[in-house]
Structure formats: C-alpha cells, structure tokens
C-alpha cells in the first residue's frame, strides 16, 4: 500500500520551543490530512491541504502543503503541555487511507 | 458533529476464541469504513476497507478469514476476530469519511488475548 513517511519518529522540547513533523511522499498526493493522537486515545482530524503550496494555520499550529504535492508540513510555535501526543499525516488515495508513520511529541515543562 | 460509535473499548478474550467489534456511524451514512490496528508506539496500519454492500477489500498480508468484515448496512460495520491468539493483542479501530473533511473515527477497541 502507499508509504508515507514522517520524521523525526520522536521529538522531546521543551515548554515554549518550537516543533516541526514532516511528511514525505514518493508519489503525487491529491491531498493530505494531519490528525493527533493523544495517548490512549483516538486520532483527531485537523486539517487538510489540497492545494500545491498550501499554507494554513491554526492558532499556534502552521501546516504547509509542498509545491510538487509530495510533502508536508506541521509546525507547532511555542508548545504546550497540552500538544503532547503523536501527529500523523494520512492520504487517501481514492478507496484507501493510509497514515504516515506519526511523530510522538513530548513536551517537558 | 459526525460520530463513529466503536464497541466493545476493552476486551479480553482467551486464545482461540473469536470476538466482534462493532462501529456505527450515529449521524451520517457510511458506505465506507476503514479499519485499522495500531501496536504500541506504531502508527495506525490500514488492515481492510470495508462497503456497504459488498466485500471488503484486504490490504496484503492481512488474512481475511480471520479477520471477518461485514458491512451490512449503511450505519453498521462489524470486525470479527476469528480465532484469537496473543500475537492479535492490539488497538483496532474504525473510520469513516464524515463529509467533505476529513475521516472521523471510532474510540478504538483494546484487545487482549490470553
């Protein structure tokens, strides 16, 4: 099935820093979507790209989509405790929806 | 909003012995469901699409005798765990595309064989 892949896998920062998940694709993607997962919990949709070069924010959270359709971006400025948990990019690919490989976040206050 | 209703949120069944997950889609029709597992510290690793209606399609490597998909209406999706061994303890769960953003998904299913 599709591969996507996200890095870093984990990233530890502290209270106040920034933090940057990227998501890598081998083929074009007609859209992307970033979800979070809390521990122990579900994952929770925020967002979805479609346009080439695409950049969107949400409060601190700022998502960009490549200009060539094959990656993305999730940037969080000056974390919180409360950004805790993983942040995955997912695509559909028509008939499927495959999740990247996430990056956990831990905020150390 | 749309919501995906996913049962039972823990179970813990002996090995060899089968068990049903459940989701509905509360507000919204689902002609299509995903259904996913999630190992700790993993991402969430599709295992089979699931239509109203029709069959449902496998991704490869996962056994479809064992894992049973039916989707008989268009509120209703159920997985079945087919004789159960320790190595099928994990966190499943189901989505649906909820509207034109984004997939909403079920509270996810804690399975536990022993």
């Known amino acids: 099935g599709q591969q996507v892949m996200q890095i870093p896998q984990y990233q530890h920062v502290q209270e106040g820093e920034d933090f940057t998940t990227y998501c890598n694709s081998s083929t074009t993607l007609s859209n992307i979507q970033w979800y979070k997962q809390r521990p122990g919990g579900h994952p929770v949709f925020l967002i979805q790209l479609v346009k080439s070069g695409e950049v969107k924010k949400q409060k601190r959270l700022t998502f960009q989509f490549g200009e060539a359709k094959k990656n993305s971006s999730l940037h969080i400025t000056a974390t919180q405790t409360t950004d805790v948990g993983t942040y995955f990019c997912?695509?559909?690919?028509?008939?499927?929806?495959?999740f990247g490989t996430g990056t956990s976040l831990t905020v150390i206050p | 909003g749309a919501v995906v209703s996913q049962h039972p949120s823990r179970v813990i069944c002996k090995s060899g012995t089968s068990v049903k997950i459940e989701c509905r889609s509360l507000d919204f029709q689902a002609t299509t469901m995903f259904w996913y597992r999630q190992f700790p510290k993993q991402s969430l690793m599709l295992m089979a699409t699931s239509n109203e209606g029709s069959k449902a399609t496998y991704e490869q490597g996962v056994e479809k005798d064992k894992f049973l998909i039916n989707h008989a209406s268009l509120t209703l999706s159920t997985l079945t765990v087919t004789s159960a061994h320790p190595e099928d303890s994990s966190f499943y769960i189901c989505s649906a595309r909820a509207g034109p953003y984004g997939y909403t998904f079920g509270s996810g299913t804690r399975l536990t064989v022993v």
């Open positions: 997912a695509v559909n690919t028509g008939n499927q929806f495959y």
